[in-house]
C-alpha cells in the first residue's frame, strides 16, 4: 500500500487508476502534517453464490409455480 499526497493523486490520477485496477492500494494524506484521510482500494466483484445439494445433486430438483402461496400462519407453524 502507498500513500500519497492530494496534490500526487489529483495530477496522477488516470494512471493512479490504471494501477489501482490491477490490484494496488493507495492512502491518500492531506496538509502539511500529511494526516491520513482515505484509502483507495478495488472493488471486489464478488460472484452470485450457487447453492449445491450435495448428494442429491443432479437427482432432484424444485419448482415453485407461480400461484404457489403460504400463509403467515402456515410459514410459523413449520
Keep these: 500500500m502507498k500513500t500519497i499526497t492530494v496534490a500526487e493523486f489529483k495530477t496522477n490520477l488516470s494512471q493512479i487508476i490504471q494501477k489501482i485496477l ?3 492500494e493507495y492512502i491518500i494524506s492531506y496538509g502539511r502534517k500529511k494526516k491520513q484521510i482515505f ?3 478495488p472493488i471486489q466483484i464478488e460472484k452470485p453464490f450457487k447453492r449445491k445439494l450435495g448428494t442429491l445433486q443432479g ?3 424444485v419448482i415453485f409455480h407461480d400461484d404457489w402461496e403460504v400463509s403467515d400462519e402456515d410459514l410459523l407453524k413449520s
Excluded: F
Aim: proline share 0%; glycine share 12%.
Design 22 to 24: 490491477k490490484g494496488e
Design 39 to 41: 484509502k483507495v482500494t
Design 59 to 61: 437427482k432432484a430438483s
